[in-house]
């Protein structure tokens, strides 16, 4: 692959995850925040832009970088994912707890809780599976369609998550930012369970 398709391919992704926070970040709403909530809701800008590499790493469609490394990037986002969906999780529930106690219930009256909590769930129950793998000798094929399964449910529920709530996420970089995650996350998938 030549240098400038790299290079363009390079600087698309990085526009593609810096953008959505970079635009956020102008909201006027910051202002009536505290800053608790904000780093909250980054957090979850953050979560939902590493969605958008995790498909690109797993199949390996990025230039210059080997299967074996994309496979090792792939597991730290997954990490950062975790870790962006519970200081999410954890800034909204110390700015609000009855809030965030009710969407873990599924009790909350807003609809984009129930799909940010379904997401959350199956976040955790990836991240679970994949550090109990070995140990429960799951076989590489049926780890790949569980885990392919888990990360449809978690970018389905937090797609319609951001599209559902009107906060600091500014509106066609949300937009954008969301197709891109379910495409990416279409095609790996269709790789996956209908490859010939």
């Known amino acids: 692959m030549g240098a ?6 390079w600087g698309a992704l990085a526009t593609a995850l810096c953008a959505p926070l970079l635009a956020a970040g102008f909201s006027p709403l910051l202002q009536y925040r505290q800053p608790i909530y904000i780093i909250a809701g980054f957090a979850g800008i953050a979560g939902l832009a590493l969605l958008l590499l995790q498909p690109i790493l797993a199949g390996n469609y990025l230039p210059d970088i080997s299967a074996k490394r994309a496979r090792k990037i792939h597991k730290i986002i997954g990490i950062a994912l975790v870790l962006m969906v519970l200081a999410h999780v954890i800034g909204l529930w110390i700015t609000s707890p009855p809030d965030v106690i009710d969407a873990l219930l599924f009790r909350s009256p807003t609809p984009f809780s129930i799909w940010g909590v379904t997401a959350m769930w199956a976040v955790f129950a990836t991240a679970i599976l994949a550090a109990l793998r070995r140990k429960l000798r799951i076989r590489l094929h ?23 709530i009107d906060g600091t996420m500014e509106f066609y970089t949300k937009i954008a930012l969301c197709a891109l995650v379910v495409v990416a996350t279409a095609i790996r998938a269709k790789q996956l369970f209908f490859k010939s």
Do not use: D, K, P, Q
């Open 4 to 9: 400038t398709r790299t290079g363009l391919i």
């Open 142 to 164: 049926s780890w790949r369609y569980a885990h392919m399964m888990l990360a449809v449910i978690i970018v389905i529920g937090t797609v319609v998550h951001a599209l559902m």
